[in-house]
């Protein structure tokens, strides 16, 4: 099993970029898909992207569509978010989580295997 650990979190202005990264130890890292996902304080958790096991497919959800760019390394085991144009509301810990499933179906699973988190941020 995997074992992600994000980084790069941290307080950023409204209107810049940030890019948050997940390092995974444990099995091959190419055998999963990988996403992100965040929950901001007093709201539910909410789906950000997810990226297929080659890196060459990728979804997103509303709030990050257009903004937010996954990628992911499959040589160095990472996969990162990076974020533009930040706002206020984009204020969350920010989780990357790791599926043995499709990266379409990562969303919907109750079987993904979490990191601890990354705090974003935004000030106005």
């Known amino acids: 099993q995997v074992r992600p650990v994000e980084s790069g979190g941290g307080l950023v202005q409204s209107g810049g970029s940030l890019r948050v990264s997940c390092t995974t130890s444990g099995r091959t890292f190419s055998d999963y898909a990988m996403g992100w996902f965040r929950q901001a304080p007093g709201k539910e958790r909410e789906f950000v992207a997810s990226?297929?096991?080659?890196?060459?497919?990728?979804e997103y959800g509303d709030s990050a569509k257009d903004r937010f760019t996954i990628s992911r390394d499959n040589v160095n085991n990472a996969v990162y978010l990076q974020m533009n144009n930040l706002n206020p509301e984009d204020t969350a810990v920010y989780f990357c989580?790791?599926?043995?499933?499709?990266?379409?179906?990562?969303?919907?699973?109750?079987?993904?295997?979490w990191g601890q988190g990354t705090q974003v941020t935004v000030s106005s």
């Open positions: 989580v790791a599926s043995a499933a499709s990266f379409y179906s990562l969303r919907f699973r109750n079987d993904n295997i």
């Open positions: 990226i297929s096991r080659s890196g060459r497919n990728t």
